[in-house]
């Protein structure tokens, strides 16, 4: 560790030998060596524009505007570096070539953030029609009661883009992006050393109600609405591929998941009307507020801590329940939010 006693007698013989432009210089190089270097990339994506009755939501797009204006103010991101796609431009193909593009141009120590505001779905996995058949549990007959009540383990999440029911691309699930394709595209970035950031403001799951209020929506929409299909039968025989099995990740970059909700409650979209500033999800709202009144160093622990307990009681006052999450089995919640790390720092510190 240098003193002042040190750095003085070494500015002493440095100068003998060097003049004083030239000192500066190296010490300048001296103190940026250690310091972390990388980039930041973001993707960030907000749909209101859901065609189906009853399915268009208020707050999303200013929820990825606002989210990238953030990043942009706050936290060191280059505009260069990001993209917004909103409405009629968040097409499956759209988002899963824009983190393609991403990944491509990431490199070890870099940082990739992905947010995604709008509805959220489910797509029966290959057990879901046998217990369906055992429950009598099916989409078509959900409801609302602040809780999800049909068996999550035998879905697949899913988020649901613009053109969720177009099937050109032969897939059973249309064009949703099942949680699964996420995850292969994620894994992508972290084989790299790259860090991954996902903010999810929407419904892992979730019923055909709507929140209480007048001025709350579900984030959720079933895959009958999603894939504009009458009944679940029209995809018997659907088997969304399983994830890939991996080997040891500990030189892998890390990835954190921040999600607006628990596995089976409700997300909430809040506000009276589309494109009005005060609209937005429930959880991306306060997320902005905490990060607007404190854009200092602090950890996803502690940014959990301050968002978590506002939107539970927001949501109650709504008629739901609503618990921000984090995912962290691949990635260390103690270190600056939305922060530059060195590969392979994913353990808890």
Request: glycine content about 10%; overall charge neutral; some cysteine.
């Amino acid at each position: 560790m240098l003193t002042k006693s040190t750095v003085s007698v070494a500015l002493t013989s440095l100068r003998v030998f060097f003049p004083l432009s030239v000192v500066v210089v190296i010490l300048l190089l001296c103190g940026t060596a250690g310091m972390a270097k990388g980039r930041k990339y973001g993707l960030f994506v907000g749909i209101n524009a859901y065609t189906g009755p009853g399915e268009q939501l208020f707050g999303a797009v200013n929820d990825a505007t606002k989210l990238r204006g953030q990043m942009i103010k706050n936290f060191g991101f280059e505009e260069g570096d990001t993209k917004l796609l909103t409405d009629a431009s968040a097409t499956r193909e759209a988002i899963v070539a824009g983190i393609r593009a991403y990944q491509q141009k990431a490199q070890a120590g870099d940082l990739f953030l992905f947010t995604y505001s709008g509805h959220g779905t489910l797509f029966p996995d290959a057990s879901s029609a046998v217990i369906d058949e055992r429950t009598k549990v099916s989409m078509d007959v959900l409801l609302s009661v602040g809780r999800f009540v049909i068996p999550l383990d035998f879905y697949d999440s899913a988020i649901v883009p613009v053109d969720s029911d177009d099937d050109s691309g032969g897939r059973p699930w249309k064009n949703l992006i099942l949680d699964d394709e996420l995850y292969d595209l994620f894994s992508a970035f972290q084989a790299k050393g790259v860090q991954v950031i996902f903010v999810a403001d929407e419904c892992n799951g979730g019923t055909i109600g709507k929140g209480e209020g007048g001025t709350s929506r579900l984030k959720f929409i079933t895959p009958l609405q999603a894939l504009k299909i009458k009944s679940l039968g029209a995809l018997k025989g659907a088997k969304p591929r399983k994830q890939k099995r991996v080997g040891s990740r500990d030189k892998w970059g890390s990835y954190i998941i921040l999600s607006a909700s628990k596995d089976n409650e409700f997300s909430l979209d809040i506000g009276s009307d589309t494109g009005t500033e005060d609209a937005g999800g429930l959880f991306t709202k306060t997320l902005l507020t905490v990060l607007n009144s404190d854009p200092g160093p602090i950890t996803y622990t502690e940014l959990l801590a301050r968002v978590q307990p506002e939107v539970v009681s927001l949501s109650r006052k709504e008629g739901s329940e609503q618990t921000p999450q984090i995912d962290t089995r691949f990635g260390n919640p103690n270190v600056p939010i939305f922060s530059l790390q060195p590969v392979g720092n994913r353990r808890r510190s």
